[in-house]
């Protein structure tokens, strides 16, 4: 008997111990060499397709097979979302997705300095998971998850800047991309190049924060061509054995690059991998702000009681290529129709209208409002000097007072001990 699959999964609500009495032989007697699992999932949709790989005339593509025709369903009403926090989300979602337009124009203008890599059609994934944290809470954002940063207190200009390398930039100009953080005031690790490295990185700040008597939740993220990394495993096995509380989003777009899941792992959801570590395996809409946010709220009450992490698959596909070079000519059209009409934005916008928590003339202000502020950081950004030449070798290897960075929560609580050798006890005994 094999474990509980995501389509034919019980709904959350039906416990375990339920199942378990309904897994006996025919003389009602259980078992005990079966054992069932759950994974949580909260979607109000479960689509069945798969994608091909074809070799034709020394030419690969894909075709996918399922049906695609289906309508986006409403979203899942929040259990825990009022109206301010609805609006906040969708403002910052809306934050997110103009300003990686505004990167992309800034990008075909020659003032971006390198590449762009961008989150569309992830931006409810980014936003609502990070809104699900406290100020004193730690994040450590992916390339993609911007819309997280601007939760988190980045500005547009910020992020913008630092894409043209500017002096003003949060790596004063030297790096082109989206590496950077704050561990001071904002709490947010840098993105790491090198796949899944951040999940052990964010399991060490939930330990540091432990050893100063704190239970806390971090969120980190990874995509489901990173998730095969070793390391991804290390980081997630610590924390479950550590009970730290590590709240892994893993964000399955579909596609690593180009190539497929199907191309990558057998199981059918990689939320079944949870029940290795021992940790609840959790599947979201990604595109459902309300279904991410409950996620993440539940895995960071979680965290804070110290019972350890989660593991949280939310699934989605990213709307654009790798990086901007990528047009993503390998996904099939039929694909990519089906996740447009599943836009995390207008869907958000749909139910907040239906709700009547945003009327049409409300979001149009909004709009403008979120235009107004972009345009202006795009003007500061763009008018913004680039870093002189001298400051080149400062700021690359560690200096006086670089990482000196004071304990966030507690002064961490040591035990004495005795050290050195009782007085009647020799080093070494010899006859």
């Keep these: 008997m094999a474990p509980k699959k995501n389509g034919n999964s019980p709904r959350p609500e039906r416990s375990a111990k339920k199942r378990a009495s309904n897994s006996g ?17 909260y979607r109000l949709e479960h689509p069945e397709f798969h994608i091909e790989q074809i070799h034709e005339d020394e030419q690969t593509r894909y075709v996918v097979h399922g049906e695609l025709s289906a309508p986006a369903p409403r979203l899942r009403e929040s259990k825990y979302l009022d109206k301010v926090q609805s609006l906040a989300i969708y403002r910052y979602m809306l934050l997110n997705r103009r300003m990686e337009t505004a990167l992309e124009n800034l990008y075909k203008q020659g003032k971006v300095v390198g590449g762009v890599y961008f989150g569309l059609g992830q931006e409810a994934c980014s936003c609502a998971s990070a809104y699900a944290l406290n100020k004193d809470e730690w994040l450590g954002p992916m390339i993609r998850n911007q819309g997280s940063l601007l939760v988190r207190g980045f500005s547009a200009r910020d992020i913008m800047m630092q894409y043209m390398a500017k002096a003003g930039s949060p790596t004063h100009g030297r790096d082109a991309s989206s590496h950077f953080g704050d561990i001071r005031e904002k709490n947010v ?3 790491i190049s090198t796949l ?4 052990p990185v964010l399991t060490g700040v939930a330990l540091g924060a432990r050893l100063q008597g704190r239970n806390i939740a971090v969120i980190t993220y990874i995509g489901d061509g990173g998730q095969s990394t070793g390391v991804t495993y290390e980081g997630i096995n610590f924390a479950a054995v550590q009970k730290l509380g590590l709240v892994l989003f893993v964000e399955n777009n579909i596609w690593a690059y180009s190539t497929p899941n199907s191309e990558q792992f057998l199981c059918k959801d990689l939320a079944e991998r949870a029940i290795a570590y021992g940790i609840p395996g959790v599947i979201v809409d990604g595109t459902d702000a309300n279904q991410v946010y409950d996620a993440a709220h539940e895995a960071c009450e979680r965290a804070r009681r110290g019972e350890g992490p989660t593991y949280i698959e939310a699934k989605m596909m990213r709307m654009k290529g790798h990086a901007i070079h990528d047009a993503a000519q390998y996904v099939p059209r039929e694909l990519v129709e089906y996740w447009q009409r599943r836009d995390c934005i207008a869907r958000m916008e749909k139910y907040l209208i239906e709700k009547k928590w945003l009327t049409a003339q409300e979001n149009a202000r909004l709009i403008e409002d979120i235009e107004r502020v972009l345009d202006e950081d795009r003007e500061f950004a763009v008018n913004s000097p680039m870093p002189e030449p001298n400051t080149a070798v400062g700021g690359v290897y560690c200096e006086d007072g ?18 050195g050798l009782k007085r009647s006890e020799s080093a070494v005994h010899l006859k």
């Design 402 to 419: 670089c990482h000196e960075v004071k304990p966030k929560y507690a002064i961490p609580k040591l035990k004495k001990r005795a050290t």
């Design 189 to 191: 690790v840098a993105p």
């Design 196 to 199: 899944g490295d951040l999940i």
């Design 25 to 41: 032989s025919s003389n009602g007697q259980r078992d005990r060499s079966l054992r069932t699992y759950t994974i949580a999932d």
